[in-house]
Each structure stands twice: as structure tokens, then as C-alpha cells.
Nanobody, 124 residues
């Protein structure tokens, strides 16, 4: 399994930006796909973005397309989620996840390892 630790959450005003980080350990970074998910109070966990390999393929949820960007730094074993033009409806706990295959997926059930989550609050 992969150990994942998120950071970078916080309080931001509408229209602002945040960058989330997820540091991974336990396996060679390029051997598993990574995903970002979020969960708002009273709602189910939902897909945000995923990145897979061979070939590199990135998928975004429609709700964040054009505003969020997923990226990786293999030297640091870290995946990032750059969030721009944030809206109040983006408020949630954000989780990173790892899947034990190289292809990304938008399905919560297909991920094996999860971080503890980081709170993002968008409010004026």
C-alpha cells in the first residue's frame, strides 16, 4: 500500500486560489495512478481529478474543468491540485488517493489507499 499525506488546505475567499499537495511513500511513484476527491458535509465523496500513466492521461470532473489542475513531481513523490477561481460550492474535505494500477479512474471504489484529507473552505 501507499501512504498519503495531504496538505495545503485552508480558508480562501471566492475567486481565490489554493494549491493542495499529497506526499506519497511506500511504492515507486510512477507505478500507480493518483486521484483527488472531495466530500462536503452530508454528501458523498466525489471525483475531482485523476492522473494515470502510459500514456499520461488526465481526467477532470466537469465541475472543476478549466479551474483546477492536477500535476506531479516524481522526484518528490508528490501530486498537486492547483485550484483557481474557487467558489463556495468547492468547500469540502479534499482527499488524495492512489490506485494500484497505472490507469486513472473517477470511481471512489477503485482506489486502494487514501490520505487523511485536508479542509478547503471558500467563504467571504
Amino acid at each position: 500500500q501507499v501512504q498519503l499525506v495531504e496538505s495545503g488546505g485552508g480558508l480562501v475567499q471566492p475567486g481565490g486560489s489554493l494549491r493542495l499537495s499529497c506526499a506519497a511513500s511506500g511504492r515507486t511513484f510512477s507505478t500507480y495512478a493518483m486521484g483527488w476527491f472531495r466530500q462536503a458535509p452530508g454528501k458523498e465523496r466525489e471525483f475531482v481529478a485523476t492522473i494515470g500513466w502510459l500514456p499520461t492521461r488526465i481526467i477532470y470532473a466537469d465541475s472543476v474543468k478549466g479551474r483546477f489542475t492536477i500535476s506531479t513531481d516524481s522526484a518528490k513523490n508528490t501530486v498537486y491540485l492547483q485550484m483557481n477561481s474557487l467558489r463556495p460550492e468547492d468547500t469540502a474535505v479534499y482527499f488524495c488517493a492512489a490506485r494500484s494500477v497505472i490507469w486513472g479512474s473517477p470511481e471512489v471504489s477503485e482506489y486502494d489507499s487514501w490520505g487523511q484529507g485536508t479542509q478547503v473552505t471558500v467563504s467571504s
